[in-house]
């Protein structure tokens, strides 16, 4: 009799784990592997998109003060003067004028393209991305078509 015991709990074991594969198919839902394909699409309009930067430098900015010019500025000094210059090859006048020097903050704005807002058009209708870089005349797509399963909570 235990030999009968035995090999009925062997059996009933046996339908069990025969059985799970198919209650557990029950609660879930095969999907089907995406039918995907690659066409192009006509570009309809680029847009850059523009980061603003604000960079600021100090910069050294120097005022020479002209002397004013005084009576005794006469033709004939002026000729003198330049006749001194060119004799003590001194082509300026660095010892007359003072030059005042100073730091200042200068500030610059640069704008640089960190994408592309691009409209394209495929099958007759419009669409809109926003991509790295500037497609140019027509778009490589990805076309996905995937059927809508209902889930069992759905029905």
Known sequence: MPRTLL??????????????????????????????????????RVTPVYQTLTATRMEEECDQSPRPPSESDSRLSRMVGAV?????????REEDEPVE???VAVEREFHRPIAYDVDYLYKGAKYRSRLRDDPGNRLRIRVSITPVVPVANDR
């Open 7 to 44: 090999s009925s709990r062997l059996l009933l074991i046996a339908v069990l784990v025969a059985a799970l594969p198919a209650a557990r198919a029950q609660d879930s839902v095969v999907v089907q592997a995406e039918n995907v394909r690659y066409d192009y699409a006509q570009v309809l």
């Open 84 to 92: 001194k210059d060119a004799l003590t090859r001194n082509s300026g």
């Open 101 to 103: 020097c100073r730091s």
